[in-house]
């Protein structure tokens, strides 16, 4: 999915897909961590897309939210279980290289962005748009990317108790000190050296 510049106005837009949306069934299964079967007759997961656009002099905004499930593996268990998640989008661009990441004022330009104009814990920066088209498969791609945990956990896997094995044999320091033999030849001085 692409958004063309003329697709940001000074008044907000709404833009919305769900699961019936190929392209967005495409990108959610290529997250999958088990690919889908192929003859599998189960209807895909329900997906949910809200994107809110306008543009703010140069910037162009992007917010919203994607809600759905990926297919991922428990690290506990292995088995295959669905992982709900609720991704955040939010991305600036500007084809003004004054305003943009890249430019050596760092996003100083006449165009200010503060607080007020976004949530006050994101820090935005703008990003350089070279074409008059946003591609949005990557922009979905990374915020599902954010929500997977390092080690996922079903439900069977968080209920896991962790048992710890201790070995009843106290440790014991080493009687030899394995760098003795290579600081033998080291020869010390107590003096100090004057500069």
Not at 19 to 32: C, F, G, P
Not at 79 to 103: C, D, G, M, V, W
Request: aromatic share 6%; proline share 8%.
């Amino acid at each position: 999915m692409r958004l063309h510049i003329r697709d940001f106005k000074e008044d907000e837009s709404h833009f919305v897909a769900n699961e019936t949306d190929k392209w967005l069934r495409d990108l959610i299964e290529k997250s999958d961590e088990v690919p889908p079967s192929p003859d599998s007759k189960k209807p895909f997961r329900t997906a949910a897309l809200n994107l809110s656009t306008r543009k703010v002099g140069d910037v162009l905004w992007i917010e919203g939210e994607l809600k759905s499930s990926v297919i991922l593996i428990c690290s506990a268990t292995g088995e295959e279980f669905e992982f709900p998640f609720s991704a955040k989008i939010r991305h600036l661009y500007s084809q003004n290289p004054e305003l943009t990441i890249n430019s050596d004022t760092k996003g100083q330009g006449k165009y200010q962005i503060g607080s007020n104009d976004w949530e006050a814990q994101w820090s935005p920066e703008i990003e350089p748009l070279v074409s008059n088209e946003v591609e949005m498969e990557p922009i979905i791609s990374e915020a599902i990317g954010l929500e997977i945990p390092m080690r996922p956990l079903s439900e069977a896997g968080r209920s896991m108790k962790e048992t710890v094995v201790l070995d009843e044999t106290p440790i014991k320091p080493p009687t030899h000190n394995p760098f003795s033999e290579l600081l033998k030849d080291v020869k010390v001085s107590s003096k100090k050296r004057d500069n």
